[in-house]
């Protein structure tokens, strides 16, 4: 394909917004770890202007430079323009498709991941190896990952709300729905569990620019999920894309699904208020999810669950992006690391002095991440959940004494 008009085909409006001002600079972790404008917001901007003429054709170098974008849109929240970003370069790499093929461990992950019969098997494969001391320190597999699926119970579930297990979480990290499904709990709510009858959410695929593999998924988790009651998410990604179904799908249908998806902690904390700790606290760091923090406006509610019991340290560097960016630690490994670097940098600063301290952060591609670089990293609802069992325990006791 030779013309641009077969291949892109993206929003004028949107990329004469940019005003190459620079302040999104600081914001945007390739730049900051390559100092090349190409892999800038700005840069890249400029780069999808020249897609515009009828003659062009793109190079290895262009591709490279859209190929690299995290896509954690940190520079979104920073431009005073509100120039649309994430809009322009998921629209890219649903064209890229037609001049470039991603690497085929990433192809067969995502088709793995959207068939859970296959995610089962992998799961204990994955599992069996991690016995055998392999994939240890892995920045895209969990630890400790089960080697036959939990089932999440539910006592006396009401049905209402539902919370969404997903598919990667169901699997390798079933412990932090059962925190959820705890801390729900303490308030007296008995929610339901999506389970594998609903599945992948479809995130990885939109990032990746599977468009039709994407939609194909989207539309089953609409037709499987109840249509009326609320739907809880405790996968910052996750939650993003279903907030989305809306805008990417574009049916009226999608658009209402995503108005009742929330983000676990932020329904918890507008309905909910937890008891206050009257002991010292401890300290725990709180690294902000890109996805909760830019696309779903939602990481102030982790601190509102998470302060009553325990001090929280902020980190300085301004939500930068870890490096995980679903399935980019895998795509662009080098640069996946560099960025993580710079994290473990701010992690590290804010230790002087402290101690070392645990992380909660609330993706589980962003715990992966970071526990392979040898931070404790915890999911904010193990951390409430754990409170909360203890101050059931505490009850427990207090009423033993009379």
């Not at 320190?137 to 539902?162: A, C, Q, W």
Request: glycine share 6%; net charge neutral.
């Amino acid at each position: 394909m030779n013309t641009a008009d077969k291949i892109f085909s993206l929003d004028s409006e949107v990329l004469n917004a940019c005003v190459s001002c620079g302040l999104c600079l600081p914001h945007c972790p390739t730049y900051r770890v390559t100092g090349d404008e190409r892999l800038s917001p700005r840069g890249r901007i400029s780069l999808m202007r020249i897609s515009e003429s009828s003659e062009f054709v793109p190079t290895q170098e262009w591709i490279n430079s859209m190929d690299t974008c995290v896509q954690c849109l940190g520079c979104e929240t920073a431009c005073p323009s509100s120039v649309q970003f994430g809009d322009l370069i998921s629209e890219t790499k649903k064209n890229l498709r037609h001049v470039r093929k991603l690497p085929i461990s990433v192809r067969c992950g995502l088709k793995v991941i959207a068939r859970p019969f296959l995610l089962k098997v992998a799961t204990f494969f994955i599992s069996y190896l991690q016995k055998l001391g392999l994939f240890r320190n892995s920045s895209y597999i969990p630890s400790g990952v089960p080697s036959v699926k939990r089932k999440l119970s539910v006592d006396d579930s009401t049905g209402e709300p539902v919370l969404f297990t997903g598919c990667v979480m169901n699997f390798w990290t079933p412990w932090v729905h059962e925190a959820a499904l705890k801390s729900l709990k303490f308030f007296g709510v008995s929610p339901d569990v999506s389970g594998n009858k609903v599945g992948c959410c479809g995130a990885l695929h939109e990032h990746s620019g599977l468009t039709k593999e994407f939609e194909k998924m989207a539309q089953k988790v609409i037709e499987k999920m109840p249509d009326t009651v609320p739907i809880l998410v405790n996968s910052a990604g996750c939650g993003a894309v279903l907030k989305e179904y809306g805008t990417l799908l574009k049916t009226d249908e999608a658009k209402e699904f995503s108005k009742r998806v929330f983000d676990v902690h932020e329904w918890m904390a507008v309905n909910f208020e937890l008891p206050k700790k009257s002991a010292e606290k401890e300290a725990v760091i709180v690294q902000d999810p890109c996805h909760l923090r830019h696309v779903q406006n939602s990481h102030h509610h982790v601190r509102d669950l998470l302060d009553p019991f325990l001090e929280i340290v902020e980190l300085s560097d301004d939500g930068l992006c870890c490096g995980a960016g679903g399935v980019y630690s895998l795509t662009q490994r080098e640069l996946s690391t560099e960025i993580r670097q710079l994290k473990s940098t701010a992690l590290k600063e804010v230790m002087k002095g402290k101690g070392t301290l645990r992380v909660a952060s609330a993706n589980p591609g962003c715990v992966t991440h970071l526990q392979a670089e040898g931070f404790e990293m915890k999911h904010p609802l193990e951390l409430v959940a754990d409170y909360l069992s203890e101050m059931d325990h505490q009850s427990v006791e207090k009423l033993n004494e009379f």
